[in-house]
């Protein structure tokens, strides 16, 4: 059916490997999932690649498009690969050695290694300049500001090529006076420059933080704007009219492409938050309340924690050794898909990642010219997937897998089955290891989660991480492969905003903090408004960083609604007592002697889009008392999983057709289009009415506490959703 009746939004996230794509129905709730491989030389080819199949493949027209939602890796990729040359820095006199002078903390404690080295400047000293005048940190100005030295500072960085700027002023977040005369002058002495200002990017305390937040954002804005220019140019042609497309966020909301382009550190973690958000929304529907979500693709492998269908939050992110202090999605990324690279260290120990066969060349499966064997080849080899990605759309070759895993063998005196064991359990370890740094390090027990695994390569070593990590069940969504894609879909709109107000609570001016919030809250409506949400629509979440007095940083917790009185200040710092203690083990309720601090007040404006309906899960015939499946299987062959045991002869799935309530016994290979799910000897598969795959193990070794106990499969009831 095609015409102008039916209303068609779709979301398409750009991963390294593979685009993926969702479309739904709005008014049906068809939905349709597809893949297309991603071009790293242009990505916007695989965007409109992919548009244009699914809208063929849910069978309507460019007339029926009504929003195109985007999650890209531009700014990632680019702060990964530390390309952030012509960029310069302007900041108050005396503060010239800001970036050098950095933050003392030192990742890992130290590692393995003596000494722990500062990562690069994002600016060379030599493109750093210094502009006279001084605020203090009430925005009260201290030295008149020094036009002449800021007419300097922009022409001198005109005549050395910078082309973005980073400005930086002390206290600009108390009083962007400074930096708006700044920005006349460099309109003027060097307009071709495109220019972060601090005030506008961040404006809270802690000038290193700041300033390096926003030369981020000036770093990548030239490039993001470019993209996402043309990607809106494209679609507009594409459809014969403008589009509404919003760009994927951070913070687990998108923003119209028009705002993008004048924030782009907020896209740092576009695409995995979208896959966050996603399983969120899944996993909550099925009735899982702690989730740890393992969004695994062909470059990296992403973690987040996910409680109540939320996300956690977090402002101290880093990316690519540069820390971006605005609210994101707290995720650990690893380098562990299926396009990571395993090699022989020179040590002679087996390695995998995070370097990358991406999309081009890909794994030596691929025949595209890739020399060096991956997780997907390994995979290949143990017969874990079939030969073909996409239902046959792209074939592999086996034997080149093979020969590629007989040479890394040979150099560790493995044979190619060995090898390729060893590739997998080294892969798998280097995820658990990112689960556990978002658990184990963080005072959480692993047994409390659920482990929601998607993406195209994120379930292939759940049955092991189940076994590694401790947790008691594993949680597989439908069209896991693009499940990222259909969290775009599933996303508000959503603006932050922030100011710093440092006080004592004992001290606290209530109507100054009412004020301020009011103020913010302004800011966001007029955001809303502008990305077309009529003001019954906003909605709108306040908060506020606190700490105990003489902390170095800050716990934020949430503001109660209404007008902010001395009875909401009361009940904010009970709730940061909860969370202090919580997070640290100790809280100071009882010592009102140590006086609590606020630091930051913040407002979230939210614009609240329709989202998709989970489909049920068709029901088929009831299960046999064998636990088997209701449905044969589509065919066998040999696989390996383990090396002691060899290859056993395995049957193989086609997931479409395990209808709600089928139960599969491992040894056994889940297929559908965009993922595969390896079920292991002793594990159980059970599809449950959401279509979800929910796989436990009768008994497991708890190698993550270095004990064994014995855990039960969990009751019939997890086939419905049930908390494990």
């Keep these: 059916m095609t015409g102008g009746r039916r209303r068609i939004r779709i979301g398409v996230d750009t991963g390294g490997t593979f685009t993926d794509v969702v479309a739904v129905d709005e008014d049906s709730g068809e939905l349709v999932a597809l893949k297309t491989p991603s071009t790293p030389h242009d990505p916007a080819e695989a965007f409109l690649v ?79 300049r210094t502009v006279g005048g001084r605020l203090d940190h009430r925005g009260v100005e201290i030295r008149p500001f020094d036009e002449e030295g800021a007419r300097a500072a922009a022409a001198s960085l005109r005549r050395a090529g910078v082309r973005a700027v980073g400005v930086c002023f002390l206290h600009a977040y108390a009083n962007p006076a400074h930096e708006l005369r700044m920005r006349e002058i460099l309109a003027r002495e060097h307009p071709d420059a495109v220019v972060s200002f601090s005030h506008e990017v961040l404006a809270e305390y802690r000038e290193y933080e700041r300033a390096m937040t926003t030369l981020v954002d000036a770093a990548v804005k030239v490039r993001v704007a470019a993209y996402v220019s043309r990607l809106r140019r494209e679609l507009t042609a594409f459809a014969g009219r403008a589009v509404p497309f919003h760009i994927m966020k951070s913070n687990g909301g998108v923003l119209s492409a028009d705002e993008v382009v004048h924030q782009p550190v907020t896209t740092v973690l576009s695409g995995p938050a979208a896959g966050a958000l996603g399983a969120a929304m899944v996993t909550r529907a099925a009735g899982y309340d702690q989730v740890l979500t393992l969004d695994g693709g062909g470059t990296s492998t992403d973690v987040s924690v996910v409680r109540h269908g939320e996300p956690a939050l977090t402002t101290e992110g880093t990316i690519g050794g540069y820390p971006c202090t ?37 794994p030596i499966c691929y025949a595209r010219g890739g020399t060096e064997p991956t997780v997907t080849d390994a995979c290949l080899v143990l017969g874990r997937i079939p030969p073909h990605l996409l239902g046959g759309e792209v074939p592999l070759s086996v034997d080149a897998a093979r020969d590629g895993l007989a040479r890394l063998g040979s150099a560790l005196g493995l044979d190619p089955v060995a090898a390729a064991a060893g ?125 105990y007095f003489g902390q170095a940083f800050e716990v934020r917790v949430p503001l109660a609604d209404g007008p902010f009185d001395a009875t909401t200040a009361d009940v904010a710092v009970q709730a940061f007592h909860d969370a202090h203690e919580r997070l640290y083990g100790y809280c100071f309720r009882d010592r009102p002697e140590q006086q609590v601090e606020w630091v930051n007040l913040r407002v979230t404006g939210i614009g609240p889009i329709r989202r998709p309906a989970l489909r049920s899960a068709t029901r088929g015939h009831a299960v046999p008392a064998n636990g088997g499946p209701a449905v044969p299987p589509t065919g066998r062959r040999p696989v390996c999983f383990d090396v002691a045991e060899g290859l056993l002869d395995t049957p193989i799935y086609w997931r479409p057709d395990l209808p709600a309530g089928a139960v599969v016994a491992g040894p056994a290979v889940i297929e559908e289009y965009g993922a595969t799910v390896p079920l292991h000897p002793g594990f159980t598969a059970t599809v449950d009415d959401l279509g979800n795959l929910v796989v436990t193990r009768g008994v497991r070794k708890d190698s993550l506490l270095g004990t064994e106990r014995q855990q039960g499969v969990l009751p019939d009831t997890a086939a419905g959703g049930g908390e494990p």
């Design 50 to 128: 992919g548009i244009r199949a699914a809208l063929a493949a849910i069978d309507a027209s460019p007339d029926n498009l009504v929003s195109v939602s985007h999650g890209t890796t531009v700014a990632t990729n680019q702060l990964l690969t530390g390309d952030v040359s012509g960029l310069g820095f302007v900041t108050t006199e005396g503060f010239e050695h800001l970036l050098e002078i950095a933050r003392q903390s030192v990742p890992d404690g130290y590692g393995n290694s003596y000494f722990w080295v500062k990562p690069p400047r994002i600016v060379p000293a030599d493109l750093v």
């Design 326 to 362: 605005v609210p994101m999605i707290d995720i650990v990324t690893v380098g562990a898909g299926g396009g990571s690279i395993a090699w022989v260290s020179p040590e002679g120990t087996l390695k995998v990642g995070p370097r990358s066969a991406g999309a081009d060349p890909g």
């Design 423 to 547: 590739v997998l359990e080294i892969s798998a370890w280097n995820q658990a290891n990112a689960l556990r740094q978002m658990t184990v390090h963080r005072g959480l027990d692993v047994r409390d989660f659920a482990l929601a695994t998607f993406g195209g390569s994120g379930s292939l070593l759940l049955c092991r991480l189940i076994d590694i990590v401790g947790v008691p069940v594993g949680l597989v969504p439908r069209d896991p492969g693009n499940l990222s894609a259909f969290g775009l879909l599933t996303v508000d709109v959503r603006v932050d905003h922030v100011r710093t107000h440092v006080s004592r609570h004992a001290t606290l001016d209530h109507a100054a903090v009412r004020s301020i919030l009011d103020s913010l809250r302004s800011q966001a409506a007029q955001a809303l408004l502008a990305e077309g949400f009529p003001p019954e629509q906003h909605r709108f979440a306040a908060s506020a960083d606190l700490r």
